[in-house]
C-alpha cells in the first residue's frame, strides 16, 4: 500500500508544461499547442483558455501526443488528469501548466498600421526631437496596445514612440503593429532613422555680389543633406525682415548693401542650425570714378616712377580697389610704381568702396606698357653740373654703337659736337669758346640714345661755383655739396640754399647729407662773400630706378617746369621733337634763360623725376 500510494502521490504533483511552435496565428490559420507532464504518460489533458475550460474537452481535438489546435486568441494553459491505485476510482488533478498567449492576426481587424515620423524627415541632427506614431484604422472600439520594433532600445506601448534628443544610438529601422483582444496586426512599413552626428550649418551662396544700379542680387540658403528648414536672414549682425521676400527654395531677393549670413530652423521645439558664414553684399553706386596717369604717358621705361590716382566726385571718404594685372592692389587713392619693370606692363582700373557695402563702376582701363632701356649712357668729365668757361670739359658716349654723336639744345638751337667742340671716337671735348648751358645727350644713327644732363657755363669769374652731382642721387646714399672758386679752391665760409631757403644760419665748408631722400630733391645755390652761385637742380631716384632711354620714338619732347616748348628744325632734319623727363640734375634756368621761381620746383620735379627719354628721327 505503502508503495502505490507513494508512487501515486509523486504523479499527482506533477506539474504541467504547455508548448507552442507558433504564438502568432496567421490569417485562416491555426497554431499547435502541446501539454507534457514529467513522469506520466497515462493522463488526459485538460484545456483552459483564459482562465475557463477549454472546448476541446479531455479527449475531443487532442491529438495521441498530447496536442491541441487553436484558432482563436488567448492565454492558454492545460493540466493532467488520471485514476490509479488505492483511488482508482477517483479523478486526480495534476498542477497547471505554464501560461502561453497566442495571438491572432489579420481577421480582427485586416488594416495595416501606418508609421508617422513627425516632423517627416527620415535625416535628423543629434539633439533633435523626433516622434513616430503608429496609426491604425477600425471602429473605435477597444483600445490598442502597441508594439515596436526597434534596434537599439525598449519599445512603449503607446501609439507614440518619442525621441526627445537624438543620439547617435537612434539610428535604425522602426516599425510597430497593434494588439487587442489576443489579436494582432501586421508589423507596419518599416521607417529608416539616421541621425547625423554634426550640429549642420547653413550655407550662404549669391549669385551676384554686386547689386547693379536699381537693381537686386538673389541670395539662397540651405543645409545640405536634410529638409524641412525654415530659414532666418541676418544683416549685418542684425536679423533682416525677409518675409514676403522669400522664394519657395529658401532664397531671397535684397537690394540692400550689406554683410549677410542665414541659419535654418525646423521641428518644435525649434532646432537651429549652425549660422553660415558672412558673404558681403554690395551696391552700385553711379559715380564713375576718373583714373589720372601721372606723368601723363602710357609708355614708360624700366626704373621710370609712375603713379596712377584714382579720382572719384563726392566727399565721403572712400577705400579703393585696383585691378591691375601682376600684383596686389593697395587701397588707398594712389597706385604708385616706384621702379618700373615689365611685370608692370598691363591694364589698369581702380573703383571704390564706401562703407564696405557702396561700390562706384569700374574706371576705364589705362593701358601701361614698360619698355627695356638701352644700353647707352653719357657721362660728364668733371662730373659735375657747373663750370667755368675757362675749364676743360669732355663728354663721352658708351654704348653698343661704335658711332656716336654728341647733341646740344639750348633754347631755340639743336647742334651737335662737331659746332661746339671737337670729337674723338666717343667722347666730344668742348671748345671753351663755344661752350654754352644746354642739355646734353648721345644719339647713334642706329636708333640709341642716352640719358641727358644739363649743364651750367659760369661766366663770372668772381662768383663762386656750386660742386653738386650731375646725375640722379639715389634715395639713402651719401651726398656732399661744395663751394669753390675759379682756381679751385675750396670755400670754408659758405652759405647753402635749398629751394631759396638757407638752410643754416652759419658759415661753413661744405654741406653733408648723409643719407639723402626725397625732401632733400630740389635746387641748390651756394653763397660767399655776398656773390650767388647758379642755382642746379638735385634729383633724387628711389634705389630701383635707373637712367633710361629709348631710341624707337620719332619725337623729341623738351619738357622744362613750368612749360613745355615744342622746337621744329628744318635744317639737317625733317622734323623734331625732343622729351626730357626727371632722371638728370637738369637747372630750366640755366638751360633755357627762364627765371624760376620756388613753385617752379614742384612742377619741375614731376616733370623729370624718372628715366631720360631722348628721342630723334634722322633722314
Known amino acids: 500500500f505503502f508503495i502505490i500510494t507513494k508512487c501515486f502521490l509523486g504523479t499527482r504533483f506533477a506539474k504541467a508544461t504547455l508548448t507552442a511552435k507558433e504564438t502568432t496565428i496567421p490569417a485562416g490559420g491555426s497554431v499547435t499547442l502541446t501539454c507534457s507532464v514529467n513522469g506520466s504518460t497515462d493522463l488526459y489533458i485538460n484545456w483552459d483558455r483564459n482562465g475557463h475550460y477549454h472546448a476541446a474537452g479531455p479527449s ?27 483511488l482508482a476510482k477517483r479523478i486526480h488533478y495534476f498542477g497547471p501548466s505554464n501560461k502561453v498567449i497566442i495571438w491572432k492576426t489579420g481577421e480582427f481587424n485586416p488594416n495595416k498600421p501606418s508609421l508617422i515620423l513627425q516632423p517627416n524627415w527620415s535625416q535628423i541632427c543629434r539633439g533633435e526631437k523626433v516622434t513616430l506614431r503608429c496609426e491604425i484604422q477600425d471602429d473605435g472600439g477597444t483600445q490598442w496596445t502597441y508594439e515596436w520594433r526597434t534596434t537599439n532600445r525598449n519599445s512603449p506601448t503607446s501609439s507614440q514612440y518619442r525621441i526627445n534628443s537624438a543620439t547617435d544610438a537612434d539610428s535604425g529601422e522602426y516599425s510597430c503593429r497593434g494588439n487587442r483582444d489576443y ?18 550649418t547653413a550655407t550662404l551662396t549669391a549669385m551676384e555680389t554686386v547689386i547693379p544700379a536699381g537693381g537686386s542680387v538673389t541670395l539662397t540658403c540651405s543645409v545640405v543633406g536634410s529638409t524641412g528648414w525654415k530659414f532666418d536672414w541676418f544683416r549685418n549682425g542684425l536679423q533682416y525682415p525677409a518675409y514676403g521676400n522669400t522664394e519657395p527654395d529658401g532664397s531671397i531677393r535684397v537690394s540692400e548693401g550689406g554683410e549677410y549670413s542665414c541659419r535654418g530652423g525646423r521641428g518644435d521645439p525649434v532646432f537651429y542650425s549652425g549660422t553660415s558664414y558672412k558673404v558681403t553684399i554690395q551696391r552700385t553706386a553711379r559715380n564713375k570714378p576718373s583714373l589720372v596717369l601721372q606723368p601723363n604717358w602710357s609708355q614708360i621705361y624700366r626704373g621710370e616712377k609712375v603713379t596712377l590716382r584714382c579720382e572719384i ?79 676743360s670739359v669732355s663728354l663721352s658716349c658708351e654704348g653698343n654703337s661704335a658711332k656716336w654723336r654728341v647733341m646740344r639744345f639750348m633754347e631755340t638751337e639743336l647742334s651737335n659736337c662737331s659746332y661746339w667742340g671737337n670729337l674723338t671716337g666717343t667722347t666730344c671735348t668742348i671748345n671753351p669758346n663755344r661752350f654754352n648751358s644746354g642739355v646734353y645727350w648721345c644719339e647713334s644713327k642706329s636708333g640709341e640714345f642716352s640719358n641727358a644732363v644739363n649743364i651750367t657755363v659760369q661766366d663770372d669769374s668772381s662768383a663762386p661755383l656750386l660742386l653738386s652731382p650731375v646725375h640722379p642721387v ?146
Open 60 to 86: 475531443r481535438d487532442t491529438e495521441p501526443d498530447r496536442t491541441i489546435r487553436v484558432s482563436e486568441g488567448g492565454e492558454y494553459s492545460c493540466r493532467g488528469l488520471g485514476r490509479g491505485g488505492y
Open 183 to 200: 489579436n494582432q496586426t501586421e508589423w507596419s512599413d518599416s521607417v529608416r532613422l539616421t541621425v547625423k552626428p554634426d550640429k549642420p
Open 313 to 391: 566726385q563726392g566727399g565721403t571718404q572712400w577705400t579703393y580697389e585696383w585691378r591691375p594685372t601682376n600684383r596686389n592692389s593697395p587701397t588707398r587713392s594712389e597706385y604708385r610704381i616706384n621702379s618700373a619693370t615689365d611685370a608692370d606692363s598691363g591694364e589698369y582700373s581702380c573703383r571704390g568702396n564706401r562703407e564696405g557695402f557702396f561700390l562706384t563702376p569700374w574706371s576705364d582701363v589705362v593701358n601701361l606698357t614698360v619698355y627695356p632701356h638701352p644700353a647707352a649712357s653719357l657721362s660728364v668729365n668733371p662730373d659735375r653740373v657747373q663750370h667755368f668757361r675757362s675749364e
Open 474 to 619: 639715389t634715395e639713402g646714399d651719401p651726398v656732399t655739396l661744395r663751394c669753390r672758386d675759379k682756381t679751385q679752391n675750396l670755400f670754408s665760409n659758405v652759405f647753402f640754399y635749398h629751394n631759396d631757403k638757407l638752410l643754416h644760419n652759419d658759415s661753413r665748408e661744405e654741406l653733408k647729407i648723409s643719407a639723402v631722400s626725397k625732401s632733400d630733391e630740389g635746387f641748390y645755390k651756394c653763397q660767399h662773400s655776398g656773390k650767388d652761385s647758379p642755382r642746379s637742380w638735385m634729383s633724387v631716384r628711389g634705389e630701383e630706378e635707373e637712367n633710361v632711354v629709348s631710341g624707337q620714338s620719332k619725337t623729341f619732347v623738351l619738357s622744362f617746369f613750368t612749360h613745355i616748348q615744342i622746337v621744329y628744325f628744318h635744317n639737317a632734319y625733317k622734323s623734331v621733337m625732343f622729351r626730357l623727363n626727371q632722371p638728370e640734375s637738369i637747372n630750366p634756368a640755366s638751360a633755357t634763360n627762364h627765371g624760376v621761381t620756388q613753385n617752379d620746383g614742384s612742377v619741375y620735379s614731376s616733370l623729370l623725376h624718372g628715366s631720360s627719354h631722348i628721342k630723334h628721327l634722322y633722314d
